[in-house]
């Protein structure tokens, strides 16, 4: 029944109350993030067609110049997000500076700060694997009407007025929170529009899945060595044996996750004290998704990702994600044997 389904758009409009500050303003750029991520995931869905897999600057054979389809994503999102008054700054994984939004005189009084990282995973473009979109709106900290600032963009994650992700999977999906939940929308490729298909979502009470790089392993800390070791070994939960499963696309790997229940992690090693993962573009927007559906994120040792203070566009954190029963055991392991 056509009166059962819930575009977007409308529990966009439906959730607006639930705001206090700047209502249409925020319903406005969730609904500018979604359109798009419409567009982009026309362009992902063409991947295999038209010669635009190659490197930036190739000329495909209309002899038009083609983008590589992580620079497409990352203009489209600018674009979109440039052309309401919503927005006064943005900062991108594909940009080393913050990105300003053009104004007439040097003024914008905008009120909200988008930050993304446009298309996550993009190793597994060529592969027909599942690759996504990443975002978190945040206040403006900066005063008075100028354009916005990077320390607009580099708040902790605690500040997140609302994050979600994409995935361009097998359907592609916009899974968002305003800080009341966690909503899971399918996009409906007849009608164009992203349907409300996961309402509500929260992470299982126990998970068996945990999703590592297992070929870092030698370089794993002493501690997460025993960790996964138990995990592949004698642990047990309620229901069953533990199972591997890692994509190499962070949304992927913690959508699944999150439907399934279980733990991602990226940790640091001796090689990369940092790890690998972005804390404004990834960590921050998945972990304030995932607190919001029962989850916890930290560094593995006892740091909350949604506490750190960012000090640089690009820092990188670990990350450990997903049932909180599965981050504290990690980090009892980490604690006890370093
Ligand atoms: P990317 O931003 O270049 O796509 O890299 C981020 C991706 C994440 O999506 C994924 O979790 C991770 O890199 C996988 O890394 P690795 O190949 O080292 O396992
Ligand atoms: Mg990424």
Sequence with gaps: MLRDVKTLNQFIVERQADFEYAKGELSSLLSDIGTAVKIIN???NKAGLVNILGSAHEINVQ??????LDMYANDMLIIALSSGEDCCVIASEENENIVEIPTQNNINPAKYVVVFDPLDGSSNIDVNASIGTIFAIYR??????GPGTAEDCMQKGRNIVASGYVIYGSSTMLVYTTGNGVNGFTL???IGEFCLSHPKIKLPERGNIYSLNDANFSDFS????RFVNYLKGDAKTEIGKFSARYIGTLVADIHRNLL???????PDTAKAPQGKLRLIYENNPMAFLLEQANGKATDG???DILDIQPTDLHQRTPL??????LVDLAEEFIKKYG
């Design 140 to 145: 403006r900290i900066s005063e008075g009407d």
């Design 222 to 225: 002493e501690g997460l060595k």
């Design 301 to 303: 040792h006892g740091v």
């Design 260 to 266: 399934k229940g279980g733990i991602f992690i990226y």
């Design 188 to 190: 409906d490729p007849s």
């Design 63 to 68: 002899g038009e110049e083609v983008k590589k």
């Design 320 to 325: 450990f994600i997903g049932n909180k029963d």
């Design 42 to 44: 026309r362009e992902v």
